[in-house]
T-cell receptor, first 114, second 114 residues
Framework: DVKVTQSSRYLVKRTGEKVFLECVQD?????MFWYRQDPGLGLRLIYF???????EKGDIPEGYSVSREKKERFSLILESASTNQTSMYLC?????????????FGDGTRLSIL | DAKTTQPPSMDCAEGRAANLPCNHS???????VYWYRQIHSQGPQYIIH???NNETNEMASLIITEDRKSSTLILPHATLRDTAVYYC???????????????FGTGTLLAVQP
């Protein structure tokens, strides 16, 4: 089974802090994604990566950056955390192989910015 | 915007089959149908996907109509642990662009009753 592991289930930080969210997948997937999920807004794509050191902006990249130094690890960075970044953050990975391979998600990190 | 329509909620008796419908009347020829579910406070869990043919795996069956405008997810013997929000999503196979983000609609809240 695919395993996507996010480093923390719950995290509390203060405004202005630099926050790192880590995600690791064990299926050698090329594609990795960061979403945030908010009530009434569904999932929104922040960044994605289709190869090591490659990154592409999603719909809401402002205030975030990412890092992919190794294939299995994709990090989301909140440069200077703000209260409007309080949310559930979800990491996903997928293979680019044919057949419409699905994205597999981690359990999420519920981040609170005080 | 989500391209699918699902009923907001359904009930099912434990041990009975749960049949969850999804309408995707504007689906394109190269778009797959994916089903995910999300149990409260967890990340979305991939269930099954298909393009044209019916599919079955250890979790569920997916029935796609011949015109591909609708589909049904079948959980053959629902248990209390199947209580979750179920999302039906249509999407093209990954092509390296942000268009491959997953767009979750409001889904169907399936309540399995003892």
């Amino acid at each position: 089974d695919v395993k996507v592991t996010q480093s923390s289930r719950y995290l509390v930080k203060r405004t202005g802090e630099k926050v790192f969210l880590e995600c690791v997948q064990d299926m050698d997937h090329e594609n990795m994604f960061w979403y945030r999920q908010d009530p009434g807004l569904g999932l929104r794509l922040i960044y994605f990566s289709y190869d090591v050191k490659m990154k592409e902006k999603g719909d809401i990249p402002e205030g975030y950056s990412v890092s992919r130094e190794k294939k299995e690890r994709f990090s989301l960075i909140l440069e200077s955390a703000s209260t409007n970044q309080t949310s559930m953050y979800l990491c996903a990975s997928s293979s680019p192989q044919g057949g419409g391979q699905p994205q597999h998600f981690g359990d999420g990190t519920r981040l609170s910015i005080l | 915007d989500a391209k699918t329509t699902q009923p907001p909620s359904m009930d099912c008796a434990e041990g009975r089959a749960a049949n969850l419908p999804c309408n995707h009347s504007t689906i394109s020829g190269n778009e797959y149908v994916y089903w995910y579910r999300q149990i409260h406070s967890q990340g979305p869990q991939y269930i099954i996907h298909g393009l044209k043919n019916n599919e079955t795996n250890e979790m569920a069956s997916l029935i796609i109509t011949e015109d591909r405008k609708s589909s049904t997810l079948i959980l053959p013997h629902a248990t209390l642990r199947d209580t979750a929000v179920y999302y039906c999503i249509v999407r093209v196979a990954f092509d390296g662009g942000a268009t491959n983000k997953l767009i979750f609609g409001t889904g169907t809240l399936l309540a399995v009753q003892p």
